[in-house]
């Protein structure tokens, strides 16, 4: 009895290294990407427990994939219980990009992701739309990693 | 704040071309002609004045400096060691032995002497060809005496118009975005400053993000992004009274300003929906048009020096690509149809040539091609560069350039750059802080 208990600590424990250095891991590391779209939830904030608050494009891209779809339905069901709360969607480019147009495509993404809460039961009058370019990056690497992280919409409350 | 200069010819010789020298701007001058600067001449007691009001100990070398520096700078010209100098300012200003100009290997000779008249800088110079033995210019200037740089800028106007056939460059200033703090974060302002870096002066605090300050051609105004109150406007701003307002009333993001190049429009894109078109405001009348409708993003425009076409990048075929219309809307036609992405286009004052950035293999380059999009040619390469303006004369581009940063993020920088048309020059521009978005004014004075 007692030997087993032991065993279970020692387990308990090890599966915690476990845990910890693959938190690690994944924290100091390389982050995921598929085809070019940043899957990984490094920069990634919650507007509440299991909302993420943003979604992320492939190069010069405003087309949402699937995991965006479903952050959106996420962020639309939560806006739909939290009928008070408006927002808005800042839109971001990353740095290989002339500075105008990754304005106009801040803006296009942003929009994006509006069209799609709005299917999904948000108002358009809750939602306005800020495009900062390639002006506020989250990442500062100069890497396909990096700039995957800052091609994103980024849903941010208003009040 | 621009303060006139009163501008006396006061000796013209017969225009004679024939024999004497000329500096063939056209190709990538690799041997730039040897001259000589020689120090403005001024007596003590005009140098003891201009010491009391403008704390210059020597203003007549300090002129000459100016002078040789953006000479030099323009790499059309060799200006020699002064050390080298055989004969005094004021003696080579009244009449230069040319042996002794020709013996240190300059052909072209300047001099000139400063006088303190009236409570104002007096400023005469010549311009000598050393091999054939005679003056080729002469020109007075009375003006304040805070005016001693732009007196040296205009006195480099000259030489380089006199020898080279164009007008110059250098009684001009740049407006730029002054950057400073991490990449993340980073504090911008707009900011001006002379052609040479000198009379740098902040226009705003920092407090909001501004991006994109353009000239106007024929006045003292500068249209920019502004993102005051988190709304991303175009605003003009007058530079010699410091006032500010909004352009236009639209329900969204408006950015991409320009002057037309009559000064009285400004054209922008006004983005809504996702979607980014071209438009234009009187400023008289506020009267807008809407100038491109399609669901694609429309945006950079630039007018031809005539007012008559408008190029801009558009990613209607996919893929952001220049294209020029009528400055109507109507007739648009793709011009780019190289490698790559292709971006900011910027007619040349000249109006033969649109200048690009180019995104190709994760290279950024600057290049020019025709009107009709033939004749590309690519003059510099680079991990991030873009946003060409065109020198009044439309023989030099400044742009900014990025630098990468290293695996942890850092070394971040961005810089001002300036190239020749013909590809060669390329050098940096100096600026207190980093700095991107140039914008190269038109020559203040004519």
Request: charged share 25%; aromatic share 10%; proline share 4%.
């Amino acid at each position: 009895m007692e030997f087993n208990k032991i065993v279970k600590n020692a387990l308990l424990v090890i599966v915690a290294c476990l845990a910890l250095s693959a938190c690690a891991t994944k924290k100091a590391g390389t982050g995921q990407m598929q085809g070019d779209v940043y899957t990984g939830t490094d920069t990634v904030e919650y507007l509440a427990s299991g909302v993420p608050d943003r979604v992320f494009f492939a190069t010069n891209e405003s087309v949402l994939t699937t995991a965006s779809r479903e952050t959106l339905r996420k962020q639309a069901a939560w806006l739909r219980k939290n009928s008070k709360i408006n927002i808005v969607l800042e839109g971001h480019a990353d740095e290989r990009g002339t500075r105008e147009y990754n304005l106009a495509l801040g803006e296009r993404r942003a929009n994006a992701a509006k069209d799609y809460l709005m299917t999904y039961g948000v108002s358009s009058d809750r939602i306005s739309v800020l495009s900062y370019g390639k002006e506020r990056p989250v990442d500062s690497g100069s890497n396909p990693l990096s700039w995957s992280k800052n091609r994103r919409s980024v849903t941010v409350k208003a009040n | 704040m621009i303060k006139k200069i009163i501008l006396l010819v006061f000796i013209l010789l017969p225009f004679n071309a024939h024999g004497l020298i000329k500096v063939d701007i056209t190709r990538g001058n690799l041997d730039p002609l040897p001259l000589a600067v020689s120090p403005l001449a001024i007596d003590n007691e005009s140098k003891t004045k201009f010491d009391e009001i403008l704390n210059k100990k020597d203003i007549g070398s300090e002129i000459s400096i100016i002078v040789e520096k953006n000479l030099k700078t323009s790499g059309l010209f060799n200006p020699l060691n002064r050390e080298a100098f055989l004969q005094k300012p004021d003696i080579a200003n009244l009449k230069p032995r040319f042996e002794d100009w020709k013996l240190i290997k300059a052909q072209a000779l300047i001099t000139g002497k400063v006088n303190y008249v009236d409570e104002k800088l007096r400023v005469e110079f010549r311009l000598w060809d050393i091999l054939a033995g005679r003056e080729m210019m002469a020109l007075a200037f009375t003006t304040v005496p805070t005016n001693w740089r732009r007196v040296g800028h205009i006195i480099s106007d000259k030489v380089y118009e006199r020898l080279t056939g164009e007008k110059g460059y250098f009684d001009t200033r740049i407006i730029y975005v002054a950057e400073e703090g991490p990449k993340t974060q980073r504090v911008k302002k707009l900011a001006i400053m002379d052609q040479d870096g000198f009379n740098n002066k902040f226009l705003t605090l920092g407090n909001e993000l501004v991006l994109t300050p353009r000239f106007n051609k024929t006045s003292q105004m500068v249209t920019y992004l502004s993102y005051f109150k988190n709304l991303p406007r175009v605003y003009l701003l007058d530079i010699e009274t410091g006032t500010q307002e909004v352009v236009g009333d639209f329900p969204g993001m408006t950015f991409a300003p320009r002057f037309s190049p009559d000064g009285k429009k400004i054209i922008m894109s006004f983005a809504k929906d996702g979607n980014s078109d071209i438009y234009t405001m009187d400023l008289d009348s506020r009267v807008v048009d809407r100038i491109t409708n399609h669901p694609s993003i429309d945006t950079s425009p630039s007018y031809s020096p005539d007012g008559k076409f408008i190029s801009f990048n558009s990613d209607r075929s996919g893929y952001q690509q220049i294209y020029v219309m009528e400055s109507s809307g109507k007739n648009v036609k793709r011009i780019s149809f190289g490698k790559g992405l292709y971006g900011t286009p910027v007619w040349s004052p000249r109006g033969d040539l649109i200048a690009f950035t180019k995104l190709h293999k994760g290279k950024f380059y600057i290049g020019v091609m025709r009107t009709d999009g033939s004749g590309e040619r690519l003059l510099t390469e680079n991990f991030y560069q873009e946003a060409p303006s065109w020198s009044p004369n439309g023989r030099v581009l400044i742009f900014y350039r990025e630098t990468k940063t290293d695996n942890e993020g850092k070394g971040f920088s961005a810089k001002l750059w300036s190239i020749d048309l013909t590809g060669y020059n390329e050098r940096e521009v100096k600026t207190p802080t980093d700095a991107s978005d140039p914008s190269w004014s038109s020559l203040l004075s004519n």
